[in-house]
């Protein structure tokens, strides 16, 4: 089993939708959660941080449930500019230093 | 420059050949994190360095690949004997911070894109 799991999509809306994805970790220590965004054939950039009680930025919401070991994002009002792979990153820290480990990455392409 | 610079940034290798890949971070930045990206996936980890100490290489998939920082700036990470399977985008990453808990954030670089014939 990958240490964090997503579903690879394509995940195909129009344009005002709202969509969900979501991604399961396996470890239960780890520590600090993320999503990046990554566009085509460029590299990956930070969206946001995933904190325990559910953080929003604008039309972007991150929510963390320890207990099921998932995190989630969810997008509003999608624009064309959304398209893009989000890719879901788990922080563990393990003798002294840390690992950063992504996900496979769901593809999200927002149509007209 | 102010980001993560990497060259080459394309390469194409025989099977067989060695490869080096050069990495040079954001000033100051303590952590730097080489990834592997196969087409259609995400980046797999390969090795991480605090300064330039290696703290964890258990990614490296063979012991044709090596990596180093030797002053806690510039890394390069070294293929040999380069095979197929090796056909990959190589990201470099980099943070100011020991744990990036505090802020979340790897600075990557545009990655080496590296095909092997």
């Known amino acids: 089993r990958k240490e964090v799991e997503q579903d690879p999509g394509p995940f195909n809306v129009p344009e005002g939708a709202t969509v969900a994805f979501n991604c399961t970790y396996s470890?239960?220590?780890?520590?600090?959660f993320f999503w990046y965004r990554q566009d085509c054939r460029k590299e990956p950039k930070l969206l946001m941080s995933?904190?325990?009680s559910g953080n929003e930025d604008g039309r972007f919401t991150a929510q963390l449930n320890r207990a099921s070991q998932y995190i989630s994002l969810l997008i509003r009002d999608s624009k064309l500019s959304d398209s893009a792979t989000y890719l879901c990153?788990?922080?563990?820290?393990?003798?002294?230093?840390?690992?950063?480990?992504f996900g496979t990455g769901t593809k999200l392409q927002v149509i007209p | 420059g102010a980001g993560v610079s990497q060259s080459p940034r394309y390469k194409v290798a025989k099977r067989g050949q060695d490869v080096a890949l050069r990495c040079d971070p954001i000033?100051?930045?303590?952590?730097l994190f080489w990834y592997q990206q196969a087409l259609g996936q995400g980046p797999e980890f390969l090795t991480y360095?605090?300064?330039?100490?290696?703290?964890?290489k258990s990614g490296l998939p063979s012991d044709r690949f090596f990596a180093e920082r030797p002053e806690g700036s510039v890394s390069t990470l070294k293929i040999q004997r380069t095979q197929q399977e090796d056909s990959a985008v190589y990201l470099c990453?980099?943070?100011?911070?020991?744990?990036?808990?505090?802020?979340?954030?790897?600075?990557f670089g545009e990655g080496s894109r590296l095909t092997v014939l």
């Open positions: 990453a980099s943070s100011l911070v020991e744990l990036i808990a505090n802020t979340g954030e790897l600075f």
């Open positions: 470890n239960s220590a780890s520590q600090s």
């Open positions: 995933v904190y325990s």
């Open positions: 990153v788990v922080n563990d820290r393990g003798g002294g230093y840390q690992k950063v480990t």
């Open positions: 000033s100051g930045h303590v952590s």
């Open positions: 360095f605090q300064n330039e100490a290696q703290l964890d």
